[in-house]
């Protein structure tokens, strides 16, 4: 059974990096046929797909945050990372990683991934 599992700090201060890393059991993630992706839902408003990355290590970004986001893994732990810089309290999230076959939208909903982490809370706020 595919398992993700996001981990990372609760709380980040604005200005600061944002690091979660989003940890598959289940499945490689250097496979050919899934985007691993990560997406955030702030408080009262949608899912927002912010990035994801290929089982050939290819990494696609939402425009709006490509300035401020990087998206990497690590193959040796099957995990893939998120970094966003320069956070604000708009950022506050709940923030997921998630398995799709194809490439996500940028207006996404949950239906679009076949496997999902059970999400993290991250508020910005000094």
């Known amino acids: 059974q595919v398992q993700l599992q996001e981990s990372g700090p609760g709380l980040v201060k604005p200005s600061q990096t944002l690091s979660l890393t989003c940890t598959v059991s289940g499945a490689s993630i250097t496979s050919d046929y899934y985007y691993w992706s990560w997406i955030r839902q702030p408080p009262g408003k949608g899912l927002e797909w912010m990035g994801a990355i290929n089982g050939a290590g290819s990494i696609f970004y939402n425009p709006s945050l490509k300035s401020r986001t990087s998206i990497s893994r690590d193959t040796s732990s099957n995990q893939f990372t998120l970094e966003l810089r320069s956070v604000t309290p708009e950022d506050t999230a709940v923030y997921y990683c998630?398995?799709?076959?194809?490439?996500?939208?940028?207006?996404?909903?949950?239906?679009?991934?076949?496997?999902w982490g059970q999400g993290t809370q991250v508020t910005v706020s000094s």
């Open positions: 998630a398995r799709s076959i194809s490439l996500p939208g940028i207006i996404t909903t949950f239906d679009e991934y076949d496997y």
